[in-house]
């Protein structure tokens, strides 16, 4: 369409109406741009909140998060091929086990591992190494279980128009779920009792040991509660794209891009994050998309040196 | 009588014993079957791997995940210099991998504990997606076929690189360098404080590492004959160095070879019966180890060593908690 506004003959009227036609493919291609960034990142951002959630609180830099959404990925696709039940339903379904799912791993692994760890730091650098070791567990085990090829399924993917762009309703509803979930996990950390404890461990462990909350307890619900995110955005994705049982380090490698750009353990600064990196993916998409792992690096790149505390970063 | 007592006092008995196996090693194509040659040609580049993963990192407790991204630059020096002879192309792919290494370093080793990490973890996948980018777009391919080189040439190309890395990386620890290594992975500012040039020697130590990581990347590929980006990047080629490093210990000097030896065999073992259970079994020695075993195999052998705080003690994280490190036995305490 461009390059056909750019042949048009040279005559006034002709040039005006060319550059008219070329303002509204531009402002067409940034909005298709735009929308398509903000779809992206909202499944960014609910990675990220989850992944920051489980370093935030339990202090476990999860690589195993990829495989997390990978288990909820498959976990929707065997629901809805096997007993045809929509993955929005699957939602429901899948969450408690993702976090029945966590909250053993988390007791069985990394609560040993802090125990007997003598500082902080120690164990986040042991607990990082056990979680690389767990994704290739996991990562092997569903390669075993659902067969290693590309799958994917369709639903919902009529086409709506939005803003002149036209967008699969399948990716529409994953933006809204997204939105959904992360500002829920805020509300739910804001202002129940539960939530408040959360934020009160990741404050101060050993003073909220001292007001009576059971430290161990709620760092394997954060873990959990991390672990359900990524089940429910691997639940979205799989409606949209396809699934396989090495999807997860695509996705581990962009939650650990977005929380580094909002700043390590700043929730709202993954949510922010989960779009940029949107936006930006999307833009480079629109031009090339071979170098959108490698735009995505770059950014990370910049606020590494620029600024690592991450833009909400203290 | 004393003649004996002088050769099995240790100072004579480890350089006897190591030059008996490397007397064995080196005449192993003569006598073991062609099955055995191919096995140790893959331990002897887990071993080089292993080590020069342990020589940086284990010292100053920085972990790197990018091995796959060094080693794959040497694949690929590989496949596009293959025209050249076999040892040009070895230090051609070093230096490449070594200049690379000191990019890195002086990028990424101002950055502390997790950032580090993370940086390190997302190299290789950068690099992987540069390099399908680039065979996609820019040459029309999918992968390079090599010219397939006799598995006993392979095998003393690997031994060699493997001496030098032995050489090398002992030299490296025995020096004030290595000293200066562990005075760094103890205490970073303390480090700057004596007069260290803490940014130089991480840079130099690292991108000395990565020379070798590079030009066992080079003889690997005309092993393998068919190379890729998911091939030459494959992140279990980060992931098994620190495998066998940790799982062998990396206190002592020997720790990353013995654990590099057994996981190579063991695998290969599994890989034999139960193909696809491989890295399952891998992912979860690896998690045992991490919790149950910190110090390694070297540190259940010397089981009277607890007083040596344990390796990856001190990941530093930014905002001076570098001096948490110096830490005592390993006690299991009730939360």
């Not at chain 1, 007791?107 to 290739?136: C, D, P, T, Y």
């Not at chain 1, 089940?231 to 979205?236: H, I, K, Q, S, V």
């Not at chain 2, 190309?157 to 020096?175: C, D, E």
Request: charged letters at 10%.
């Amino acid at each position: 369409m461009k390059q056909a506004a750019d042949r048009e003959p040279p005559s006034a009227a002709c040039s005006m109406l060319a550059i008219k036609k070329k303002g509204r493919v531009v402002i067409t291609a940034i909005l298709d741009i735009v929308i398509a960034g903000l779809i992206m990142g909202g499944i960014f951002a609910l990675i990220a909140v989850g992944l920051n959630l489980q370093y935030g609180v339990a202090r476990v830099l999860n690589l195993a998060h990829g495989e997390f959404i990978m288990l909820g990925a498959f976990g929707a696709y065997l629901l809805y091929v096997l007993f045809g039940i929509s993955p929005l339903i699957s939602l429901v379904i899948c969450a408690p086990f993702m976090f029945l799912i966590a909250f053993g791993i988390h007791r069985l692994l990394f609560q040993h591992l802090r125990m007997s760890s003598k500082s902080i730091a120690a164990f986040e650098g042991s607990s990082l190494l056990v979680a690389f070791g767990l994704s290739f567990v996991l990562q092997n085990a569903a390669a075993l279980a659902f067969g290693s090829t590309t799958k994917a399924y369709s639903y919902l993917t009529q086409s709506v128009t939005l803003a002149g762009a036209m967008f699969a309703a399948n990716r529409l509803v994953a933006l809204l779920f997204s939105v959904a979930f992360c500002l829920i996990i805020y509300l739910f950390l804001a202002h129940t009792r539960i939530g408040k404890a959360i934020r009160a461990t990741a404050q101060a462990l050993d003073t909220a040991q001292l007001v009576g909350v059971n430290v161990y307890m709620v760092l394997g619900i954060s873990f959990g509660l991390g672990a359900v995110l990524a089940g429910l955005a691997g639940a979205l994705i799989s409606m949209t794209l396809s699934i396989s049982a090495y999807m997860g380090l695509q996705y581990i490698i962009i939650a650990l891009i977005v929380i580094v750009l909002g700043g390590l353990g700043n929730i709202i600064g993954s949510l922010i994050g989960g779009f940029i990196l949107g936006i930006v993916g999307s833009a480079v998409m629109y031009f090339n998309p071979g170098l959108t792992m490698a735009s995505y690096y770059i950014l990370f790149l910049i606020i590494l040196l620029v600024r690592p505390t991450g833009i909400l970063g203290r | 009588m004393n003649g004996i007592n002088a050769i099995t006092s240790k100072r004579y008995f480890v350089p006897l014993v190591l030059l008996a196996v490397l007397i064995l090693l080196a005449a192993m194509p003569q006598y073991a079957p062609p099955y055995i040659v191919i096995l140790f040609i893959s331990i002897f580049m887990y071993v080089i791997l292993s080590m020069s993963w342990a020589a940086f990192c284990g010292p100053t407790n920085y972990i790197s995940l990018a091995t796959a991204a060094f080693f794959g630059i040497g694949v690929y020096t590989s496949a596009i210099l293959q025209e050249l002879s076999l040892p040009v192309i070895i230090v051609i792919g070093g230096l490449l991998s070594l200049l690379l290494g000191l990019l890195v370093g002086l990028i990424a080793l101002r950055l502390r504990g997790m950032y580090f990490i993370i940086f390190t973890f997302g190299l290789s996948e950068l690099f992987r997606h540069v390099m399908i980018y680039y065979e996609i777009n820019i040459t029309g391919t999918a992968g390079r076929w090599l010219t397939f080189l006799d598995p006993v040439i392979v095998f003393y190309y690997m031994l060699g690189i493997l001496l030098a890395t032995l050489l090398v990386t002992y030299f490296l620890k025995r020096s004030k360098y290595g000293l200066a290594l562990q005075s760094i992975g103890e205490s970073e500012e303390a480090s700057a404080h004596i007069g260290i040039n803490v940014n130089m020697v991480k840079i130099f130590a690292f991108a000395i590492t990565c020379f070798f990581m590079g030009a066992a990347g080079v003889v690997m590929a005309t092993r393998w004959s068919y190379i890729d980006p998911r091939l030459a990047f494959n992140p279990f080629l980060s992931f098994y160095p620190v495998v066998m490093a940790l799982f062998g210990g990396i206190g002592r000097f020997y720790g990353p070879v013995l654990g590099a030896v057994i996981i190579t065999i063991l695998s290969d073992m599994v890989l034999a019966k139960f193909p696809l259970y491989n890295i399952l079994l891998l992912g979860l020695i690896f998690i045992v180890v991490i919790i149950f075993l910190p110090h390694g195999l070297v540190g259940l052998i010397r089981g009277g060593d607890k007083e040596a705080p344990p390796p990856l003690g001190g990941i530093k994280l930014g905002g001076g908690k570098g001096f948490e490190t110096v830490r005592k036995r390993l006690k299991l305490r009730k939360g």
